[in-house]
C-alpha cells in the first residue's frame, strides 16, 4: 500500500535525463535495467523539491534479467565522484528502474526493502530515498513510457507514491561527464535492433491477480527462460490445487499453457486436456481452467 505525497513533494525531472532512461528502456526491451538519479534537492517551508538534473547509466558489470536487476556500483561511484569534481553540490537522490518487460505495475517487495534498508543506512547522505519506476511502454508513444515515483523517509516505515501532478518536466541542461561514458552497448541504434512490442496481457495479467487472485505471483524460470504466474487455486469444494500459466513467446506473440499440481484423479483427467491448449493471456488460462475443474467437481458429487 502506497500513500500519497501530494503536499509534501515535487519533482521536476530535466527533459534529457527522462529521455535518456527512456533510451536504456529502447536498449534493454527483454530485462530490467536502470541506473542512479542525480541532482539537487531544497526544503521550501514544509515542501521538499527534488531536481533530477542526470542519470548514471547501470555500468559495464550490471546483471540482469526479465524479473531482477543489479547495478554496477563501483563504476557507478567512479562516474559520481568525478561529476562532483565538477558540480560539488550534485547529490545522489536516488534510483530508477524499469518492470515494462515483466508486467509488475508497482514497487516489489524486494525493491521497497532495498529502499528502506538504503535510506536509513548511517551512510545515506539524506533523509529520503526517491526511487523511479518504468512501468510499461506506451503504444502511442507519446511519452514513450509510463512512468510511477516513490519517496521514502528515513524512519519511516511508509512508501509514498508521488502523483503524476507533482512531477513536472523542465528544460535543463544535464549534468554529466560525457568522456567518462562507456556504455556497455552499441552507441549506433540501429545496431540493436528494434525493440519487441510490450507485451501488454502481462500488465492486464498483473492487475488482474492483483484484484483477483493476490495468491498469484509473477516468477522467471531460468530452467525454460519463460516467465509464469502460479499460486493456489480455491475450488467449490473448499480444496485447492497449485497452478502454473507459463508464457511461450514463440515467434514473438505470446501464448500461455497452463498446468495444475491436482493429485485427485478427476482433476488429473481436466489437467491432462490442457496440455495441448494455448491462451492468449495467464489470466484467460487460469479462468478457463478453474472453471472447468469445479465442473469436474460437480459432476463427481453429482454421480
Known sequence: ????????????????????????????????????????????????????LGVIPPGPNARRSRTSFFQDGEYQEKIFRSIEQRHPNIEHLGNWHTHHVNGYSTLSEGDKTTYFKTVNHRKHSNDFFYALLVVRRNPDGDPRYAVKHYFFRRNDDTPYEIPAS????????????????????????????????????????????????????????????????????????????????????????????????AKNSILSEVSASYEHRRFRSARHAVLHLEKDLNQAIYRGKRR
Open 1 to 52: 500500500m502506497f500513500k500519497s505525497t501530494s503536499s509534501a513533494v515535487s519533482i521536476s525531472i530535466a527533459q534529457g535525463a527522462l529521455e535518456s532512461i527512456f533510451d536504456e528502456c529502447d536498449r534493454y526491451h527483454e530485462d530490467e535495467t536502470g541506473g542512479r538519479l542525480i541532482g539537487n534537492h531544497r526544503q521550501n517551508e514544509a515542501r521538499l523539491e527534488i531536481e533530477v
Open 166 to 261: 507533482c512531477v513536472q518536466l523542465v528544460n535543463l541542461p544535464l549534468v554529466w561527464r560525457s568522456d567518462l561514458e562507456q556504455p556497455p552497448f552499441p552507441s549506433d541504434r540501429e545496431s540493436v535492433g528494434r525493440p519487441s512490442p510490450p507485451n501488454l496481457e502481462r500488465v492486464k495479467d498483473q492487475e488482474f491477480f492483483s484484484d483477483f487472485y493476490p495468491g498469484f505471483k509473477a516468477l522467471f524460470s531460468k530452467r525454460i527462460g519463460a516467465i509464469y504466474w502460479k499460486g493456489p487455486l480455491t475450488l467449490v469444494d473448499g480444496s485447492f490445487t497449485d497452478v502454473s500459466a507459463i508464457e511461450n513467446l514463440g515467434d514473438g506473440i505470446p501464448c500461455y499453457s497452463i498446468t495444475t499440481a
